[in-house]
């Protein structure tokens, strides 16, 4: 049995009303009160980020760090780091570097390596050279507010080389 409307033209018109716009979508009013009760605090001023974690020497491997600070007066910042096609079941490290000169340009080189606390943490990658680690840092020391360009990289447990690095990213500490 054939029906008037071919196929093609049906799925057309499917796709056409999916990509419609609601008259449902929040407003920028909306959208505000929503980011002022988000746990997770407002991505504006840029409170939380996610930095892209790429091979220096154009390598294989690849990384994300999800650096999130909760809405809350702790001013723990928590990141989630996944990396993957390093090197199979090895031990890696994540650092950051911080420039107090807020210009959008990375240039420190005081690396700290992260992990649960004060306490540096390592990523262990699987046979398959996947890694995942949660990882957390006080921030209490520095007032709400304070601005800084940071920076991240990833360097292999061993021998310290480094196998993976970030762009430049503003973060401000929030409460």
Sequence with gaps: ??????????LALLMLAACERSASLPTDA???IQAATDP????????????????????????????????DANQIVYLDVWVRDLAPTTS???????DTIVDGNCTSTGWLTLGAGLTPEAIVTDDRGTGRAELFRNLAAFPVGTRFDIHFRVIEDAGGGVV???GCYEFVVSQ
């Design 164 to 166: 993976l690095e970030s």
């Design 40 to 71: 997770w605090g407002p991505e504006k001023p840029p409170f939380n980020l996610e930095a892209v974690l790429r091979s220096p020497n154009g390598s294989p491997g690849f990384g994300l760090v999800k650096f999130r600070q909760p809405n």
């Design 1 to 10: 049995m054939r029906t008037s409307i071919p196929l093609a033209a049906a």
């Design 92 to 98: 890696y490290r994540l650092q950051r570097a911080v």
């Design 30 to 32: 909306s959208a505000s």
